[in-house]
């Protein structure tokens, strides 16, 4: 028996396109608020949203970062993704200007998910989607 | 960034290395008022810990021992701008 695969697939979305992912933030009253995020393996930043979401999202503060967008601030965040079973703490950050830039593509697009985050799933694409699994 | 946040993340470059030796690796490490007050192995074991005590998480700096912090970065991110 083949046992079933769980994953989330998204055609490029955008102008220009760009892969992304649908994820969970949940707070800490166990809130949960769903975003989409451009799926970028060169950010060395596992989540990148706007600051007040990721201040009202934070379950703990984390260090800042300082970027070509600005300062940016720390804070431990839950993100689930529900349909591949996937539920972890990453540092995330809060960044307008680079919020703001993710939704010039699309605005749909929350922010940024990168490479510490990506590398926790499977993830790939071809040239109709994007996609991540579970690994 | 609140005064308490920018005492915390000073305390935290002087702490590192004594964090890094005394905690091992992955430890979770709580740092108020630039004092730890607290670590456990997990984020969750923490958070219940530290309120438990009355300290409200998100006005602390949270580290992980033996994990060197991300502190600058270049985001690429083009867009076009036409």
């Known amino acids: 028996m083949i046992a079933a695969v769980s994953e989330q697939r998204n055609p490029y979305k955008g102008d220009p396109p760009r892969p992304w992912i649908r994820v969970q933030l949940v707070g800490p009253a ?3 608020v ?3 995020l451009i799926a970028d393996t060169g950010s060395p930043c596992s989540v ?3 600051e007040s979401p990721l201040l009202n999202l934070r379950l ?4 800042g970062m300082v970027t070509n967008f600005g300062q940016l601030k720390g804070g431990w965040l839950r993100v689930a993704i529900p349909e ?3 539920d972890a703490h990453v540092i995330g950050y809060g960044g307008d200007a680079v919020a703001h830039a993710a939704a010039r593509s699309d605005l749909a697009f929350s922010g940024v998910g990168g490479l510490p985050l990506l590398r926790l799933l499977a993830f790939g694409g071809d040239n109709d989607e994007f996609w991540i699994g579970d690994r | 960034m609140g005064v308490s946040q920018s005492v915390n993340d000073e305390a935290y470059l002087r702490l590192r290395a ?5 905690y091992p690796p992955g430890q979770f490490i709580a740092i108020d008022h630039g004092q730890i007050v607290d670590d456990a192995p997990a984020l969750d074991e923490l958070l219940e810990s530290l309120q438990n005590r009355g300290l409200e998480p998100t006005n602390l700096l949270v ?7 991300v502190t600058e970065a270049v985001i690429l991110l083009a867009t076009n701008l036409a």
């Open chain 2, 63 to 69: 580290v992980q021992a033996g994990v060197e912090p």
């Open chain 1, 30 to 32: 166990g809130n949960a």
């Open chain 1, 48 to 50: 990148i949203i706007a």
């Open chain 2, 18 to 22: 004594g964090i890094d030796a005394q």
């Open chain 1, 84 to 86: 591949i079973q996937f």
């Open chain 1, 34 to 36: 769903t975003v989409e």
């Open chain 1, 60 to 63: 703990a503060g984390a260090t």
